[in-house]
């Protein structure tokens, strides 16, 4: 069981966190505004676990502008890709 646990990510921990990795792994990027209505959170609290998971180099962002509007897009970093399956993979066995 220790072994299972060490696999356990702080970083996915919490739900919006979880949530922003999954909507990643599915999607080869989202951006901002999507992520937002997707988790149905606020600007600070999806900026605040973006930051976070910039912050463990799970995720990466590009910003651009559309009509002088900023548009931020978020992918998956491959460390984060494999971070997040090794989590994945230590909850199955716990269900197990």
């Not at 921990?13 to 990795?21: D, P, T, W």
């Not at 149905?40 to 990466?60: F, M, Q, R």
Request: charged letters at 30%.
């Amino acid at each position: 069981m220790k072994d299972i646990l060490k696999d356990l990510d702080k970083a996915f921990e919490n739900k919006v966190r979880l949530g922003i990795m999954s909507a990643l792994m599915v999607n080869e990027f989202m951006d901002f505004n999507t992520l937002k209505d997707l988790l149905d959170v606020t600007d600070g609290n999806l900026a605040s676990h973006l930051k976070s998971l910039e912050k463990t180099e799970y995720i990466t962002y590009k910003k651009e502008f559309n009509d002088r509007k900023p548009h931020t897009k978020y992918y998956a970093t491959e460390a984060g890709k494999m971070a997040f399956t090794k989590h994945l993979n230590a909850i199955e066995q716990l269900l197990k």
